[in-house]
């Protein structure tokens, strides 16, 4: 951990375990349109978590009430303990990478890092070897005094970075952070990103779209649903246990077919779908319409293990993706059904228009409410 | 081809003769200024700056000048300030009917100024407004908030208000963060606009006529009067003296931001 990462003192005192960041029934509305509804959300000190939804669904809102640029409407919000509802941004210390990154153009690279201390009161020679430090971390140092106007974005969001770190927040928050990069930039700097923010130790909130990069960068996501935090949950639970189609939908890809509860017995059900009966551990009454689902790598062409739902469909198209290669299947267009199936490689004579057999077991096998 | 050419030949005179047009009549009044004869005519007669020294003699001549610079300074900075915050409120959109308030708070600029200033004299007298100083100042306000709105709306529309945002998380207080963030980034937006403002109100006229009173005279109504009584070249002079400002007040603000900048808000 550098002296960069130590917390400030108004960090340390007061922390408790009921989280770093606590949001409590916050909800905020523009007009008519509910932006943000009751929403709750903890997290732990030095945890990474995303914020992850569709495009309008209320992540720059709630980011910009914890950094106190918006005032909700209802809610309370904590840090370390301490009640900054009412707090204006500047007097939270709360860091913010804005979505294009919001460099001062009039100032160099040195200057743009150097201007939370300077507003802070930090004279200029105890600014200095702290604004150096902060270009050491994100390998700027040969940049200082460029305009900012002349970097790459890759350097700009470093800057943007090394700007909000340098006055010690207790908290940073990242608005789609990686969006102005291109695709190859953007995973090498998700990781240099995320181990340089652990390096100093902080805690941090992504906002982002991007479900491959939401699992990239944290340690847990939340999902949000118009203004609501559909499932917090680590990446793996995300994409194991999805609590609601919405999160199944968001979070990779599925076979996902619609059907109606035919039997139930001992906490499994059997649901009836247009590739025939399909079991799954849960608890609906008999009649009830669902949908079933499994991930694409639970799925397995031939017979599978004793016991195992299997389903017989014909394949619409293979693409092939290096590691694996991805089978789609040909489903009645109508409704929502759709099927993925991803193995490690393709067996010998299948092809679009092949009729194959799936097994997946019944553990793997998702029913959520239609 | 050949048309073409002609075209082009026409097109080309026509820029030198209004090049010509708008630039002799200030050319011919320097040299006017340094005559020796006591008639304004061109060319002038011999070299002397007696006019120069006669700028300082003729009555009420510098007070007239003070006044206006005051008037002019002090309406176009209270127009800087007022305008940005007009300008930022109306660009954020924190108003119902943004694009229509934006109109009519420029409107001023195609209003005649006898209509103006006959309705402003009206209604300092209503408001019971006696003192002519204070009548002008308010006026020029007036005169002055329209120039500066058009290029600090035009320069906001490109401000990025993101960087307001960071400099607030940073430790700014939202005033703090406008001056520290906001006004240097519009920097150009403002001297140009100030520098509309200045002219617009040191040369105003029309406005000015109907507030000014015996011994409160803005300069150029004072030196219309002047020009009444004795058509002598210290009009040349006092002409003189303000091309030369003019002219180190440009080279200024082109050391500071490019009038290229400028020119562009
Ligand atoms: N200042 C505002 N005034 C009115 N509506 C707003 C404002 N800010 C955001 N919204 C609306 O709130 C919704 C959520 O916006 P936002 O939080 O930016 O979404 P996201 O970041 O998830 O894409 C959008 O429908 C947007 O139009
Ligand atoms: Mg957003």
Redesign the pocket.
Known sequence: MTALGAPAPAAQAGASSAGHLVVTGTSKR??A?V?LEDLSLSVAKGEFVSLL??????????LRCIAGLLRPDAGRITVAGQDITALPAHRRNVGVVFQNYALFPHLTVAENIGFGLRAQGVSRAEAAPRVAEALALVRMGEHADKPVTSLSGGQQQRVAVARALVVRPSLLLL?EPFSALDRKLRETMQVELKHLLREVGITAIF?T?DQEEALVVSDRIAV?NSGRIEQLADPATLYGRPVSLYVLDFVGQSTRLAGRIVAVEDGVVTVETSLGPVRAPGRFAPGSRVAVAVRPEAVTLGEGVAGANRVSARVSEISFLGSRTQLHLDLPAEGEDRGVVELPRLPEGVQPGSRVTLAFREADTMVFPA | MTMDRLGTGIAWTALILVIAFLLLPIVVVIPVSFTESTVFRFPPEGFSLQWYGRIRNVDGLLGALWLSAQIAALSTATSLLLGTLCAIALVRGLVPGAAAITTFMVSPLMLPGLVLGIALLQTMREVGLRDAWWSLYLAHVVITLPFVMRTVLASLSLFDFAMVDAARTLGCSYPKALWRVLVPNILPGFISGALFAFIASFDNYPVSMFLVDVRTKTLPIQLLNYLEISPDPTLAAVSTVLIGLTVIVLILCDRLVGLRRMASI
């Open positions: 523009f007009g349109a932006v939804g569709p495009s309008g669904c209320g992540k720059t809102t709630l608005d906002v779209h949000m």
